[in-house]
């Protein structure tokens, strides 16, 4: 099941011209939908217009985006709703068009919903490339994740990936959290890799209640010396990894208390103010 709409028009059909499939020139957002709740719109929201504002592209409305969800979601009890915004139409070169009107892009997708399995994932043969002009953003440039998504075997779900100075960065498709000795840390973002809305929860519920999160750079050593790994997504919520493959590791501790209670508002009602 795939239904969308473009610019608020039920279509699935774009020109050839438009940036975001010339260069990539965009921001994409991927939601949860379930019991018909746009799970962490807000975070959702405020990752897009920051984005869009990193890459000087008009940022749409969030109501309007709120009414074009609803609309897309209708009777969809539980789904994945794919939010793409591309800086528009313009002609060949680099260059935008100074008029160029911003594409905005709405497609909802099934999905098996929510997933508390432990992970077997594997590291990455691919290096994330430094830039921090595109750190945290979720740009619509994803080659890297996919030659990663690529070469993973049939029986991981998920890959680590470093970066070229061999830092654990993130997952393919999510961010990472590791706790040794009850301390909880987190790669820094702030070269390369996507600041996930999880994370960023996670983050922030640590925060008010004065739980201390190392952000830094570490090394896969620092990850197989852990107690356990965690990873975090929009879709996956936070589930705890059981196996990395290749690695004589294995998980000493339980699910941590406070990443549980996260992983509880992942997926709860949506309290949103747009």
């Known amino acids: 099941m795939i239904r969308s709409l473009l610019n608020g ?12 499939l010339q260069f990539g020139d965009g921001l994409f957002e ?16 405020q990752r897009l217009q920051a984005g869009c504002a990193r890459l000087g592209i008009a940022a749409p409305d969030c ?12 009777d969809q009890r539980q789904a994945a709703l794919k939010i793409i915004i591309t800086r528009g139409v313009s002609e060949r070169g680099y260059k935008p068009a100074a008029a160029a009107s911003p594409t905005r892009i709405l497609s909802l997708s099934s999905w098996d919903g929510p997933c508390s399995d432990p992970l077997r994932v594997s590291v990455s043969r691919r290096r994330l490339g430094w830039n921090p002009d595109l750190a945290g953003i979720k740009h619509l440039n994803r080659l890297e994740q996919v030659l990663a998504r690529m070469d993973c075997a049939e029986d991981v779900q998920e890959a680590l990936m470093l ?44 925060k008010d209640r004065d739980i201390e999160i190392i952000t830094g750079r570490f090394t896969l050593d620092d990850v197989l010396q ?49």
């Open 163 to 206: 970066d070229m100075r061999d830092q654990v960065v993130e997952g393919i498709m999510s961010n990472l959290f590791f706790h040794k000795r009850r301390q909880l840390f987190t790669p820094s973002l702030d070269q390369c890799g996507v600041e996930g809305v999880v994370r960023k929860l996670v983050l922030a519920m640590a």
């Open 226 to 274: 852990s107690d356990a790994l965690y990873l975090t997504s929009a879709l996956g919520g936070i589930r705890c990894v059981s196996e990395i493959a290749g690695h004589d590791w294995k998980p000493k501790a339980s699910f941590h208390p406070f990443l549980a209670e996260v992983a509880e508002r992942v997926f709860g009602m949506d309290d949103s103010v747009c």
């Open 9 to 20: 028009i039920p279509r699935d059909q774009l020109s050839v011209l438009d940036r975001g």
């Open 63 to 74: 109501r309007l985006l709120r009414q074009e969800a609803t609309r897309l979601v209708a």
């Open 30 to 45: 991927t939601l949860a939908i379930v019991e018909n709740n746009l799970c962490l719109w807000d975070q959702h929201m």
